[in-house]
Structure formats: structure tokens, C-alpha cells
């Protein structure tokens, strides 16, 4: 009987120890499985942190690039502007230039047209002396006259013309009074006869004409 019982006795120790080896084990194989899944959240966790930190290098890197891009259009739209204004300035002082070149020639011309009628105006007046002086009849004083209308015709086409005087009323601008005479037939002031023709060109006064007025 007793050793029965001590058989007893021992089948249910190594049963107790079994039991125990079990829930060490179930205990152990636990433990092992945390410790991988607490790796694993560690691993999932450093591999995002270490793509944030990619993405937050690439927005700034985004960033800088963005901002080097704008100066560059802020410093091309600068030249521009410079551009622009350098050319208005040039066009500006094209045109002035131009005005300028025309009004000069313009004005070279007249004064040229002056000096050369300056110098026929003595050939008018003999000219206009020999008219009168001549019979109308003959050869020679139509000869004479044709020529003086040519070279008459040929200030109108340059631009010269004769001084309206003839009973006009005296303007010192374009008149030069060398006598006053005594007349009924024209009002105080009136130019009564023209001694020497005078000429214009345009505005400008070639040679005022000489008259009588009457006074």
C-alpha cells in the first residue's frame, strides 16, 4: 500500500511540474510575442519618423527653391522695366531729334530761298524800270516781259509773294512809308502808291514794300 501511494504521490508531482513547465512556457512564448510586437511598433515608428523628416527636408527644400525661382523673376522684371525705360527715353529723344532735324532743314531752306531772292529782287526792279520805260508795241519790251514774268512766276512757285499795298491800309510790318501826300481819293492812312515792290515769304518779310500813304 504504500509504495502505491507513493507511486500516487509522484505521478501527481510530475503532473504539478508539467503543469507548471506549461505555464511557464504559455507565460514565456507571451512574453516573446509582446516583446516582437513592441519591435515592430518601434521599427513602423523610427521608418516614419524618418519619413517625416524626409518630407519636411524636401517641403523646405521645395520652399528655398521656390524662393530663389521669385527673385529671379523679381530681378528679370527689374531689367525689364529698365529696358522699357531706356527705350522710351530713346524713342522720346528719336522724335525730338527728328522735330528738330526737320524744323533746321526747314528752316535752312527758307533762309536759303531768302538770300537767293534777296539777290533777284535789284533784277525785278530793273526789270519793272525797263517795262516802264519801254513802248508796250515792240519786240523788245514783250521779250522783256515775259522774262519778268517767269522770273515772277517762279517766286510764286517757291513760295514768294508780293506785298498786297496798293490801296491797303499802311502797316508798318510790311510797309515802309517814304512820303505822305495829300489826297482826296484815298483815307488818311491808306498806302496811295507803291515806289518799290515788297515780297514775303510765308510770315517772314523779305523786303517791306516802299509806298506813299496819304495823310
Known amino acids: 500500500m504504500n509504495k502505491e501511494k507513493e507511486n500516487i504521490d509522484l505521478e501527481e508531482n510530475l503532473k504539478s511540474e508539467n503543469e507548471e513547465a506549461a505555464e511557464v512556457n504559455e507565460d514565456l512564448k507571451a512574453q516573446t510575442a509582446a516583446a516582437d510586437s513592441e519591435s515592430e ?14 518630407l519636411e527636408l524636401s517641403r523646405e527644400e521645395l520652399i528655398e527653391e521656390l524662393r530663389e525661382k521669385n527673385e529671379k523673376i523679381a ?3 527689374a531689367e525689364i522695366d529698365d529696358l522699357l525705360s531706356r527705350l522710351q527715353r530713346l524713342q522720346a529723344d528719336f522724335v525730338n531729334y527728328r522735330k528738330r532735324s526737320e524744323k533746321e532743314k526747314a528752316e535752312m531752306t527758307t533762309r536759303g530761298k531768302v538770300q537767293l531772292c534777296s539777290s533777284l529782287l535789284p533784277v525785278i ?27 515772277v512766276k517762279s517766286f510764286a ?12 491800309e499802311f502797316n508798318p510790318e510790311y510797309h515802309e ?7 482826296d481819293e484815298y483815307e488818311e492812312g491808306t498806302v496811295t502808291e507803291v515806289v518799290q515792290k515788297g515780297f514775303v515769304l510765308e ?12 495823310g
Request: proline fraction near 1%; glycine fraction near 6%.
Open 41 to 54: 511598433t518601434a521599427s513602423e515608428s523610427e521608418t516614419a519618423g524618418n519619413e517625416g523628416i524626409q
Open 75 to 77: 530681378a528679370m522684371d
Open 125 to 151: 526792279d530793273n526789270f519793272e524800270r525797263a517795262l516802264k520805260a519801254e513802248d508796250q508795241e515792240n519786240d523788245f519790251y514783250r521779250g522783256v516781259e515775259m522774262i519778268y514774268n517767269q522770273l
Open 157 to 168: 512757285d517757291a513760295g514768294i509773294k508780293e506785298i498786297a499795298a496798293q490801296g491797303e
Open 177 to 183: 512809308a517814304i512820303m505822305r501826300v495829300e489826297t
Open 203 to 214: 510770315d517772314r518779310v523779305i523786303r517791306p514794300a516802299m509806298v506813299k500813304v496819304a
